[in-house]
């Protein structure tokens, strides 16, 4: 099966990791990832600060590069979110685009959203090691409503062992550009979030979203703790 | 006392918020204990979507038709005694209160709970006019004393531990200090009984007005808002017109999920519903009701692009689960509404000139969106405003640079890359440019982007 | 739902909100259950207005007229809602609602016939042209501004006691 890989600009030019372990996966289970190759980003820096002219330009040239009837896959809750949210509503004046919009929006998948759905990968009896807990991102969880997938995924690994975190789905104050233009309370809930983690006593955390991954590495980072932060395409690749 | 517009101020606002233990240390257990309360609240509520969507649209509906409403409650209300006053604006409802209290010659006026009198700031005005204003809700009365605005739309005083009030009630009103909550409350009653006794006339606020009998209901616990509409011989009611709801068979909707939003309670203590003054062979009501209806920019916000905020129903449960507000507290938004619903409404009323970098006060993490007992799309409601912001002119000029810069790469492979190169090249050069708090917080691009890796 | 049902729900949930409930077959138990609830030297306020309320005044060796002065109030109420544990107290009928709210003890007597199911059913009934005021009153006052650690009788009653006869 064809899909069409969006790799994400974060991916793409600082977590080129996450990205190749998609892949990896994708080919484990039987997909066939074409990435591409003029894409840039979905828009949402754009569009989450209030340029919606600009969002619509990323999107535009989004629907161009991702055209046809091929599932899209992302290794992000909050890109797959923004296509399938707010696309609709950047082209709602503009019959041609809205329908492309909510197609793309049909077919584009979060992750984990494809590896439980459509390739059962929480049934190959991946392997992992370690203790692991998970950060449920924002958009991911209330946007794209994938709440349980990232869970079935980790509990899955063979030798690993899952430990829940508490509030689990608060936000890591991220927030894209809200981390760049009210960095104070964004540091103070990053660190809020790296201490659930420290509480967990988990040796790695992992998430469906690099930008939140990023901004908890930095807190860890400040703090001092040694916890290992890995996207979950990364964490089920060691497996494979 | 009358409290000075911060808004434009929020970061600093936020930063010494942030260097407040006491304030962050409250915030942080009053989130999880309203956190906790909620969700046990609604356990139990079988068809919870369904009865947010029949609020909803019952919500809708009242928006949809307001000026209908609004003529229909007026007619109803005056059928049954009320006199009703509208309100064009903030200096057009303190001048025609100040006007009622003052041709009956009422001093000492006792206060129930109304965001809506901290709106157009009533006290201020009522004591500059030689007038005895006390706050009889536990919170408010407890942030009068302490010359403080709400922090918070159902608790006002949410920001103080009870050492603080401790420390005040025995400053103030020269009781042995304690700070038990249950003792602070029989000080607050004692002192206020007196007030109610003797008070010439009450003010409250309305969580709803019914347009088919002209009623206004109050939602309370205390026993304030009680006492304050019925014990002295006046009572003033100020709301803003969008309180309405059709009929009282809507009430029971509201009455389901306000409680169990706003204090994580099944039902509140009281819901007094209060259809016109006393009348013949009554033996309770004030002898003289007056309603006073504000618009205060509503009108224009129901023709405009961000009238759902108008459904909103003030439970405060957006505040309580926002990252933003239970960090910093409510004070730090400065002004009346703070949190999700704040941002919005604050934004809405006292202009963006006034407010902007409050539509900035969000992750959009959505958790706001999640809780809405009347789905009000509160992060469809903030991304507007943040365009309005935009194309209003009010952005960062660095920032507009910036994102013009980025619309022009997200559509140009060619160009994206070429950035792309260029942050790597030169990321330290970024790095010393973003700052630490931006760029600093970022690991440094790859060497070899992910588009370069793929075999 | 069944009368007993209604009943025991009713009960229930007034009991969750913090109200002292009690039930009596027959209305000529009311004398000891209120001999119970209220005690004896306490200045009690009741209207004596209803077979139940002139059943209950005479219990009573300190009755005053004015509720302002009384520490307790014992009246019959216009009904009561199972859904929420609700008693509800109407101005209807020259009633003083605000006697319930002043004196510290509420003593409430609410008629089993008169427990509505839901809210929705109390507000069909009452829609059409209802009384000036209408209180629904669910457990004792409360508040819980001071750290939200919950404070029982902050202006109105902090202890509320309901009789189904």
Redesign the interface.
């Known amino acids: 099966m064809k899909v069409l890989l969006f790799g994400t600009c974060l991916v793409d030019t600082f977590f080129p990791e996450a990205g190749e372990a998609t892949v990896r996966l994708l080919r484990r289970f039987g997909a066939e990832p074409v990435f591409p190759k003029g894409q840039t980003c979905c828009g949402q820096p754009a569009f989450n600060a209030g340029y919606e002219a600009q969002a619509r330009a990323a999107a535009e040239h989004f629907l161009w590069e991702f055209d046809g009837d091929d599932p899209i896959v992302t290794p992000s809750g909050s890109c797959a979110a923004m296509v399938k949210h707010h696309y609709p509503r950047l082209f709602r004046d503009d019959p041609k685009r809205l329908a492309k919009a909510k197609r793309a929006g049909e077919r584009i998948y979060e992750l984990s959203q494809f590896l439980v759905h459509v390739v059962k990968a929480h049934e190959a009896g991946l392997r992992g090691k370690g203790t692991v807990t998970y950060h449920a991102s924002c958009h991911l969880t209330r946007s794209l409503g994938v709440r349980e997938e990232p869970l079935t995924l980790l509990s899955s690994l063979k030798g690993a062992t899952f430990i829940p975190m508490p509030d689990a789905a608060r936000c890591c104050g991220f927030g894209g550009t809200f981390m760049a233009k009210l960095p104070e309370i964004s540091c103070a809930l990053a660190d809020e979030k790296a201490a659930s983690i420290e509480a967990t006593g988990a040796d790695t955390v992992t998430g469906c979203d690099s930008g939140c991954l990023m901004n908890i590495a930095d807190a860890m980072r400040r703090r001092g703790t040694k916890i290992r932060v890995a996207h979950i395409a990364q964490m089920l690749a060691e497996g494979l | 006392m009358s409290h000075e517009q911060t808004s434009l101020a929020f ?1 600093e606002n ?2 010494r918020a ?1 260097e407040d233990t006491a304030l962050r240390a ?1 915030m942080k ?2 989130a999880d ?2 956190g906790t309360k909620r969700a046990d609240a609604f356990a139990p509520v079988a068809d919870l979507e369904a009865l947010r969507d029949r609020a909803s649209a019952i919500r809708e509906d009242v928006l949809a038709n307001l000026p209908m409403y609004v003529d229909r409650f007026v007619a109803s209300a005056t059928r ?1 005694g009320a006199t009703i006053h509208r309100a064009k604006d903030a200096s057009a409802a303190r001048e025609i209160i100040a006007k009622i209290l003052s041709e009956r010659g009422a001093k000492r006026i006792v206060k129930g709970k109304s965001m809506v009198s901290e709106e157009v700031d009533l006290n201020s005005h009522l004591e500059a006019a030689g007038m005895e204003v006390v706050e ?4 408010e009365y ?1 942030i009068q004393m302490e010359g403080e605005s709400p922090s918070h739309i159902i ?4 920001h ?3 050492r603080q ?1 401790g420390r005040l009630f025995a400053d103030r009103l020269g009781v042995p200090y304690t700070e038990d ?2 003792a ?3 000080i ?2 004692k002192a ?2 007196e007030k ?2 003797s008070a010439d006339a009450g003010v409250s606020g309305a969580n709803f007005a019914v347009a ?2 002209g ?1 206004l209901v109050l939602v309370t ?4 808002g ?2 304050v509409t ?2 002295p011989p006046l009572h003033v009611a100020i709301l803003s017109i969008e309180k309405m709801l059709p ?3 809507d ?2 909707a509201f ?2 999920l306000l409680p169990r939003s706003a ?1 994580g309670q ?14 013949a ?5 004030a002898k003289e009701l007056h309603i006073v209806l504000l618009d205060n920019g509503r009108t224009e916000i129901l023709a405009g692009e961000s009238r759902d905020i108008l459904k909103c129903i003030r439970c405060g449960a957006c505040m309580n689960v926002c ?2 507000y239970r ?2 507290g409510g004070h730090a938004y400065g002004w009346t509404y703070p949190g999700p619903m704040g941002i919005v409404l604050t934004t809405l009323l006292t202009g963006m000139e006034k407010s902007h970098p409050l ?9 706001c ?2 809780v809405c007992p009347v789905r009000v799309p509160l992060t ?1 409601l903030i ?1 507007g ?6 194309r209003d002119r009010f ?1 960062n000029p660095r ?2 640079l910036g ?2 810069a ?8 060619g160009l ?1 890359v070429l950035g ?1 190169r260029l ?2 090249a030169f990321w330290p050069v970024v790095r010393a440019l ?1 700052g630490k ?2 760029a600093g ?3 440094a ?2 060497k ?4 370069r ?3 | 739902m069944s009368g007993a049902d209604r009943e025991r729900l009713f009960l229930k949930n007034a009991a969750i909100a913090a109200a002292g409930t009690h039930s009596v077959s027959d209305p000529r138990d009311l004398p000891a259950t209120l001999g119970r609830v209220v005690a004896s030297d306490l200045p009690v306020y009741c209207p004596g207005v209803t077979e139940l309320e002139k059943a209950a005044a005479a219990l009573f060796p300190v009755r005053v007229d004015d509720y302002a002065a009384a520490t307790v109030t014992v009246e019959e109420v216009f009904g009561a809602v199972a859904e929420t544990g609700t008693i509800v107290c109407v101005s209807a009928g020259g009633r003083a609602v605000q006697a319930g709210l002043l004196p510290a003890h509420h003593v409430a007597i609410v008629r089993r016939e008169r427990i509505f199911d839901t809210l929705d059913d109390l507000f069909a009934a009452v829609s059409g042209s209802p009384p000036t005021n209408i209180t629904l009153v669910t457990g004792p006052s409360r508040t819980a501004d001071i750290e939200l650690t919950l404070a029982i009788g902050v202006h109105g009653p902090e202890r509320l006691d309901i009789i189904v006869a």
């Not at chain 2, 608790?155 to 949410?158: K, R």
């Not at chain 2, 099944?266 to 009348?279: E, L, Q, W």
């Not at chain 2, 539509?359 to 958790?367: F, K, N, P, W």
């Open positions: 970061r936020t930063v942030l409250a257990q009053a204990t309203f049954a009889t809700d536990l919170g407890i608790v006002p005083a949410i103080k531990n009870r009030v909550p249950q602070l409350t029989k607050a009653r206020l009984r109610f006794l088919d009998t009623s616990n205390e026993g304030n009680r006492m019925s014990v009929s009282l068979t009430l029971p009455l389901r204090t099944t039902m509140t203590s009281y819901v007094s519903v209060i259809t016109g003054p006393r009348k062979g009554d033996a309770t009501g990252p933003v960090t910093v539509v900035d006060a969000s992750t959009l993490c959505g958790a969106v999640e469809d991304l405003l943040r365009q309005r912001k935009v952005s920032e507009r994102m013009e980025f619309g022009k790469a997200a559509a140009s492979p994206f792309q942050a790597g973003g708090d931006v917080r970022m690991p691009p790859a070899t982007p992910f588009r890796r793929l075999p």
